[in-house]
């Protein structure tokens, strides 16, 4: 039953992209592969399935349970077809695009199980088989009816594992099975991926860039960096005793760890802040969409020159107040007052210079078809600045001067979520929001982009209203923070206060499954 | 997955890119076509000058390699000197109605509100209305006329570009780089014409494209019909017209237009084809 991957490599169109890895997993175990993204851990996964891209090819050998699988081949051919499904399945990273919009979840599951038999099930069989597998995931009956959208994230990844299993395959891999769900959920699905796991003596290949989610919940690892292994060995030891620079620079850049280290701005310091007056207040902010209340009477004081952070899971309103605030979105009542001003709610009611926001998608929010220096000159230019300033922005935010020739697709998810950063600070506002701004990013340049957000706060003197769904990256930058659930404000106060003696139960379950030790399951490894 | 795209030194644009054999073709028929227009009539001045004792000549008759029509007419002659009034009609009515689509599409996707709700339901009632019935309509009303129909089919046109753009204006608008446009408090029109529409140019120029196709043969349908170009003019749905009755005596008469319309009008949409998607992996992610 041992899973086998020997030699087992990935030429692309221009070379090697994944050097020779060899490795066995025994029933029952995890691998954890990690790395960032383009450290090759994807292509492996897919070259191990057959779904490499077009123009990639896998060599080597892959035995699962005693049978060769035909990595050599291409994903269509039919030896594939027989294999996948039967001896591998794949777990997919996004439970909002990796279900079928417009058939309903059980037929989904039913699919795979009719594929699994190779021959149609007889309709009563059918249902009674795809309710049981929705059993096994802890989800009920009911939601064999319901279509993808009528679920929330964590259980439309309960009803994609249900799927990826209904063929029982020997190993399973799941590819960042919970990186797109909430702090909250995330602990969830993990929790219940190892449980089948054990019951079912099943392999996994677990894919993650988030060492929070290897520690504890796997037995080996792969650290991969540019397409080759730099690091491997049992999970409890690389992470003890990193050998590698680079794993070290890894386990160093990961939140939890950074901010045990402690860079954090001390009490008095937040004391001060809270003290002196308000950039920004808003009182009693409430917002509906039809029927369903995402905002209700929401109080917020922003200080001059303060890192304010808001957490929350998505669907708890937070980034609905922070458009609310930049006026992207028209509250039904309350008020938001900028330096002793109220603003008017909705569209156009906000100059350049009082506030700007950097979203979470550097690939969608930079003007695909402009140069950089033409998307940070026209940001200059609304501020009556010259376009000679543009080397100096990009130097700011730490980019070198030629970028400005380079048009949004040249550039990595960091480089470009530098250039929001530099094209809204051009018209030098008084504050930034930054809405999920690094939830994007990878670990690493995460950890870059915060650093340069905590400098130009100091540099600039720029108060930041930062939101996250990820309370360990909200607690490396934030003085204060706002906690938010279903619409409302549970706790808010000074960043250390908050996180170490929450005083709301919901705060206490992000707490907890932010700082992942607690979060670990009982038959943990760690 | 978005780990992909990331892998190795990703040669962001390939600038080497070997045109398609089939785009190649069609961009040399096309470059054939326009010469033709441009200097059809200069090479041939007397194309339709009547010789009525050379009528019904077949292809290959001595001085007339495709032959004559009824009237003595050269079909060589006549063929190229038609390609100017062929083919100027249908790229300014695709050039006019894209203007039209481009701005109104613009306006009802950016602006929304009634001002959508009017354009839209002013490109339904054009939709409703059948292209060649209502030309041949008003040119019976208005008396016809080369301009008329151009004037007519710009209109006619002009809501499936209206459509298109207003289409590609509403998913662009969405996006977070025109709320941080809005955000630079940008007025409407930059946001609309210097972020949004490049964006867009791809779907314009494709259906720019597609147009000309289809006005080309609309032109030539009502040529054939009798109520395009006035009689007497080359042009090769009148040579079509003219052609069909010595159909069988020579039946280059007939097929040397007929042929040209569809080949060129084949050319024209490999080449739109080709440039949308040249233009649409402008700025875009290498997969």
Redesign the interface.
């Known amino acids: 039953m041992t899973v086998l991957l020997s030699e087992l490599s990935v030429l692309g169109p221009n070379g090697t992209m994944v050097e020779p890895v060899s490795a066995e997993i025994a029933p029952g175990a995890t691998l954890a592969l990690i790395g960032e993204s383009g450290s090759g851990k994807t292509l492996t996964a897919k070259s191990i399935v057959g779904l490499l891209p077009r123009g990639f090819r896998a060599t080597g050998a892959v035995t699962v349970a005693g049978q060769e699988l035909p990595v050599g081949l291409r994903g269509d051919d039919a030896a594939w077809r027989r294999a996948r499904g039967r001896s591998v399945s794949l777990l997919l990273q996004d439970p909002f695009t990796s279900l079928t919009p417009v058939h309903r979840c059980g037929d989904q599951i039913a699919w795979t199980l009719e594929a699994a038999h190779g021959h149609r099930i007889p309709r009563a069989a059918k249902r009674a088989q795809v309710e049981e597998r929705l059993a096994e995931v802890n989800l009920p009956a009911r939601v064999a009816d319901a279509f993808p959208h009528e679920l929330s994230g964590g259980m439309r990844q309960r009803v994609a594992i249900a799927a990826a299993l209904a063929s029982d395959p020997q190993l399973l891999i799941a590819d960042e099975p919970t990186t797109a769900l909430d702090a909250s959920n995330q602990a969830e699905i993990l929790d219940l991926l190892r449980r089948i796991q054990l019951e079912r003596r099943l392999s996994v290949i677990l894919i993650s860039h988030d060492l929070g989610v290897v520690r504890g919940r796997t037995d080996d690892v792969l650290v991969m960096r540019d397409g080759q292994v730099v690091e491997r060995g049992a999970t409890a030891e690389v992470l003890a005793a990193p050998e590698h620079p680079y794993t070290r620079a890894l386990i160093e850049a990961d939140p939890v760890v950074a901010a045990r280290s402690g860079a954090r701005i001390s009490a008095e310091e937040a004391a001060d802040v809270a003290e002196a007056e308000a950039l920004l207040v808003c009182e009693g902010v409430t917002k509906a969409f039809g029927v369903r209340t995402v905002l209700s009477d929401v109080d917020l004081t922003i200080a001059p020159g303060a890192i304010v952070g808001i957490v929350g899971e998505s669907g708890s309103g937070k980034s609905t107040l922070a458009r609310c605030i930049a006026g992207l979105e028209r509250e039904d009542a309350g008020r938001i007052v900028l330096s002793g001003e109220a603003l008017a709610p909705g569209r156009g009611s906000r100059t350049p210079d009082q506030m700007q926001i950097v979203f979470q998608d550097p690939y969608s929010s930079l003007n695909p078809m402009m140069s950089i220096g033409a998307i940070l000159a026209e940001a200059l230019g609304v501020a009556g600045r010259a376009s000679s300033e543009v080397p100096a922005m990009l130097e700011m935010v730490g980019l070198p001067a030629e970028f400005a020739k380079k048009r949004p697709a040249e550039l990595s998810g960091g480089q470009r979520q530098r250039v929001a950063i530099a094209r809204a600070l051009a018209p030098e506002p008084r504050l930034l929001i930054c809405d999920e701004s690094v939830s994007a990013l990878d670990v690493s340049v995460q950890a870059d982009i915060l650093a340069l957000l905590a400098r130009l706060r100091d540099e600039l003197g720029i108060a930041i209203l930062f939101i996250s769904h990820d309370l360990a990256v909200v607690r490396m930058i934030a003085d204060t923070v706002t906690v938010m659930w279903d619409g409302r404000v549970v706790e808010s106060g000074p960043c250390h206060e908050v996180l170490e003696q929450p005083a709301h139960e919901y705060t206490r379950l992000l707490v907890a499954a932010a700082m992942r030790e607690n979060a670990v399951p009982a038959d943990g490894k760690d | ?4 795209r ?8 390939r600038r080497r890119r070997r045109l398609p054999i089939g785009v190649g073709v069609a961009l040399g028929v096309l470059a054939l076509a326009v010469l033709a227009a441009v200097f059809g009539k200069l090479i041939f001045p007397d194309a339709m000058h009547q010789d009525i004792l050379a009528a019904t000549l077949p292809p290959g008759s001595e001085g007339h390699p495709l032959g004559t029509d009824e009237l003595g007419r050269d079909v060589l002659q006549m063929a190229v000197a038609g390609a100017a009034s062929s083919l100027v009609g249908p790229v300014i009515v695709a050039v006019g109605s894209m203007l039209l689509g481009v701005v109104m599409g613009t306006l009802a996707g950016y602006e929304k509100g009634w001002l959508d709700t009017l354009i839209s339901r002013w490109t339904d009632l054009l939709l409703a209305v059948p292209v060649l019935l209502a030309a041949i309509v008003v040119s019976g009303v208005m008396g016809g006329g080369y301009w008329v129909t151009v004037a007519l089919l710009i209109v006619l046109f002009s809501p499936s570009d209206i459509r298109i753009v207003r289409a590609g204006v509403l998913e662009q608008s969405a ?3 025109i ?8 007025s409407r029109w930059r946001v609309m014409f210097r ?1 949004i529409l ?2 867009v140019t791809s779907l314009v120029v494709t259906n720019l494209m597609l147009n000309v196709a289809f006005a080309l043969v609309a032109f030539s349908s009502l040529s054939f019909l009798g109520v395009g170009v006035a009689p007497g003019t080359a042009d090769w749905g009148r040579q079509l017209t003219d052609g069909r009755a010595i159909m069988f005596q020579n039946p280059a008469a007939v097929f040397v237009p007929a042929l040209l319309i569809v080949v060129v009008a084949v050319c024209v949409n490999l080449v739109g084809d080709w440039i949308g998607q040249r233009l649409s992996q ?6």
Request: proline fraction near 12%; hydrophobic fraction near 40%.
């Open positions: 997955m978005s780990d992909i990331v892998i190795g030194p990703a040669p962001v644009r996006r977070p780089y709320e941080a446009a809005q955000m630079l408090s940008l972020h490049p964006n402008v700025g875009e992610e290498v997969r």
